[in-house]
């Protein structure tokens, strides 16, 4: 990861299914490059349960990469397996790194029904029994004829799942556990036991199935040519799987790949047990620091800003952390609908773009707009951020965090990048004005806000101090002025 590297989240969930992501990606890839951008977290690429529809997260066929005809296409929602490979050499090229999404927890659209004895479990109450062991109809057969076998010849069966949650013989949706299996108890706790999460369950303590993951997992990064991953939904997953996953990666590719995963949780307490559980393997995005944006956004100046970063990964482990405002679970219309309010987004890329803690995600949904939602593209904002972050936020960082409504902070700067250096005042109520400190290399310098949200420029006194100013419900982002001593 490079010195202010900045990633990309390049979809949202509502895109058309026009299969043409990928093309679009190629062709993005150079502005990508000279706004900033330094790796891209592509959707999940394989084949889904929905086929052309498939977002990517109702994985069918893992070795599927728009490829075969199955689930009536050959190619997947975002293009073909061709245009994928031709997409991530596009990025390359740019010197991006490319980060695939890896979808491991379950598995949906078996290709045949089995008879498998299992019990009903509690929804709620995950360790409760509810009703008679008995036969279910379980969708656990997966064959892919489409593929005929190319690439692996490995087909998956009940005895690969942990369970269900649909017996096609009563047409009964409910939670179901297979005979012989217990859910994996290295999970989060929520519902007492929150293993399963959607599909036909993967049993990582089959080893069978940790077999036949890594050797996909082998063969994937060195077929896409990947830098690294997004892990989904890891709090269903044994919190030690993925630790021997990403040494084997390491091992096999012989490259230092990144791994970020989705730890959908407000206590940073059970972010920092999986981190140690990885033995850091896998790094986390910042979801308490996502709700506190979202909360903030949503009180209107009630609103504590000094403690924007309390309870946050940010604040107690910032090299595990990767920071983002939002995502497409977060976005309008999706079940996990927390929406950080549109008047907060530029204080809240602010935050995660121009600190030095945190590894920054900027969401596709924010820079290109959710046509679908009626959201409208910030990328305007975004890219005068994203030119800070590139060019001014270096150097020692002193936070002014005093005030209820209004904070700020400074970068001093370093010799490596010119005239780098920053302030950056933010306030959510009436606005104000902060005394900070910059660095007396600064002394007698001009300064004004790219943002153009202050209209006055403010001048360093000999000290090194300016008196950085914001207005009402905005933020305010200061850089050296050229030729104004």
């Not at 009536?72 to 994928?84: F, L, R, S």
């Not at 047409?171 to 994996?184: P, Y």
Request: a negative charge; one cysteine or more.
């Amino acid at each position: 990861m490079e010195i202010n590297g900045t990633m990309m989240q390049y979809f949202e969930w509502d895109l058309p299914a026009d299969k043409t992501l990928w093309k679009q990606l190629a062709e993005d890839a150079p502005k990508l490059k000279k706004a900033g951008i330094s790796a891209v977290w592509m959707p999940p690429a394989y084949k889904g349960a929905s086929g052309v529809q498939d977002v990517g997260y109702s994985v069918y066929d893992l070795y599927d990469l728009g490829e075969f005809n199955q689930k009536g296409t050959v190619a997947t929602k975002y293009g073909t397996k061709e245009e994928y490979l031709s997409s991530i050499k596009a990025l390359h090229k740019q010197g991006i790194s490319v980060y695939a999404d890896i979808v491991l927890n379950h598995k949906i659209g078996a290709d045949e029904v089995e008879e498998v004895s299992a019990q009903e479990f509690n929804e709620i109450s995950r360790a409760q029994m509810i009703g008679e062991q008995r036969t279910i109809g379980a969708w656990t057969k997966f064959t892919f004829p489409g593929r005929g076998g190319k690439y692996s010849d490995f087909t998956w069966n009940w005895k690969h799942f942990d369970g269900i949650d649909w017996d096609q013989d009563r047409a009964k949706k409910s939670i179901f556990c297979f005979e012989g299996k217990t859910w994996d108890q290295n999970v989060d706790v929520e519902f007492g036991n929150y293993d399963y999460l959607m599909g036909a369950d993967v049993d990582f303590s089959n080893q069978e199935v940790r077999e036949e993951l890594t050797r996909w997992g082998k063969w994937y990064t060195k077929e896409a040519d990947l830098d690294g991953y997004r892990l989904d939904a890891v709090k269903h997953i044994d919190k030690y799987f993925y630790k021997d996953w990403m040494r084997a990666m390491k091992e096999d590719s012989g490259k230092d790949l990144f791994a970020v995963g989705e730890y959908w949780h407000w206590d940073v307490n059970q972010l920092q047990d999986y981190i140690a559980a990885t033995e850091g393997e896998v790094k986390l995005f910042d979801v308490p620091l996502h709700f506190n944006f979202h909360n903030c956004s949503k009180a209107h100046g009630n609103y504590d800003l000094r403690t924007i970063f309390d309870g946050t990964l940010t604040k107690v482990n910032p090299i595990c952390s990767v920071t983002f405002v939002d995502n497409h679970d977060s976005q309008p219309g999706q079940a996990l609908f927390s929406w950080v309010e549109d008047w907060f987004k530029p204080m809240a890329y602010a935050m995660i773009l121009l600190r030095q803690e945190g590894y920054p995600c900027v969401f596709y949904g924010d820079y290109k707009g959710i046509p679908s939602e009626r959201v409208k593209s910030m990328k305007t904002v975004i890219d005068k951020l994203l030119k800070v972050r590139k060019q001014k936020a270096y150097g020692p960082q002193h936070d002014y965090f005093d005030d209820y409504n209004c904070i700020g902070w400074t970068r001093e700067g370093d010799d490596e990048h010119k005239d780098s250096g920053l302030a950056v005042v933010l306030s959510d109520g009436t606005g104000g004005t902060k005394h900070m400190y910059i660095g007396k290399q600064f002394a007698g310098c001009h300064f004004s806000d790219i943002l153009g949200n202050a209209k006055y420029n403010i001048k360093i006194d000999e000290d090194g101090f300016g008196d950085f100013y914001v207005n009402r419900d905005s933020v305010a982002v200061w850089v050296r002025k050229e030729n104004k001593r």
